[in-house]
């Protein structure tokens, strides 16, 4: 069978994923995006692009518009990822929280956590950061478009070379060991939840957020939906809170109102 996409269907395809989720899918990514669709094809036993989009278009369970987007978002993740994050959040942003808040409350987001890893790698720095853990509500929320990353990161468990990096006491206190895996403690997982949510939607917050990581995302988006989201986040954190993006991006540029505090770190003032 001939997987070649059409101007067309690449059109077709591009906008309605640009509608849907904010990724642009320029020129350059045609051949990426025809593998990635081809698969669904074949997966699916469907016989040519115009019947995905058909049945993406029309089927009301959201099944086939979530294949298409998982099958284009990119999942590559690890335990403390771009490491100078957690140590700042460690030295800097927990210590002024445990100075400004009286009510004892911490609200972390990750917007794109894939499987899990920053998430638990945020959990672990806030409890080892915090002078008295247990005496704060911690909430941190990891969120994702793709449904099959999601189910891995509520499970917790990752092959034990993901982790084996870490001091050993560090692994015996947050994770369960057996058979060449890791899963991670209840300590963690009581503190954690995953939910699915398109960035694009609105969000669900009824409570100001004191930390964002939104890392690795914005690579996908053009000016215009990167300023969007940048505002919608900037209005979801508590004053004084934190944003993280990713080590490779950047708000120069865009408009926003947060102060730049290092490459790739900004706050809410």
């Not at 074949?42 to 086939?64: A, F, M, Q």
């Not at 099958?71 to 100078?84: A, L, P």
């Amino acid at each position: 069978m001939n997987y070649t996409v059409s101007e067309k269907y690449f059109k077709l395809f591009s906008d309605l994923i640009y509608e849907k989720s904010g990724i642009n899918i320029h020129n350059g990514k045609k051949e990426l995006l025809q593998a990635r669709i081809a698969k669904i094809l074949r997966r699916e036993k469907l016989k040519d692009y115009k019947e995905l989009y058909e049945k993406v278009k029309n089927d009301k369970s959201g099944r086939y518009l979530t294949l298409l987007l998982n099958s284009i978002s990119t999942n590559k993740t690890s335990f403390f990822r771009e490491e100078k994050h957690f140590k700042f959040l460690s030295s800097v942003a927990i210590k002024e929280l445990e100075n400004r808040k009286n009510d004892y409350t911490l609200r972390c987001w990750s917007a794109g956590c894939s499987s899990g890893e920053e998430v638990y790698s945020i959990a672990i720095t806030v409890l080892e950061s915090l002078k008295n853990p247990d005496a704060w509500k911690i909430k941190i929320l990891g969120t994702d478009l793709s449904y099959d990353v999601l189910n891995t990161a509520t499970k917790g468990i990752y092959p034990y070379e993901s982790v084996s990096f870490l001091p050993k006491n560090k692994i015996q206190k947050y994770f369960i060991v057996n058979n060449g895996q890791v899963e991670v403690d209840r300590k963690l997982k009581n503190i954690v939840i995953f939910r699915w949510l398109n960035l694009m939607q609105p969000f669900p917050f009824r409570n100001k957020l004191d930390f964002i990581f939104c890392r690795n995302v914005m690579i996908y988006f053009d000016k215009k939906t990167k300023e969007n989201l940048i505002k919608r986040l900037y209005d979801c954190l508590d004053y004084n809170g934190y944003l993280f993006i990713g080590m490779s991006e950047s708000l120069t540029g865009i408009k926003h109102n947060f102060k730049y505090i290092m490459p790739s770190v900004y706050k809410k003032v």
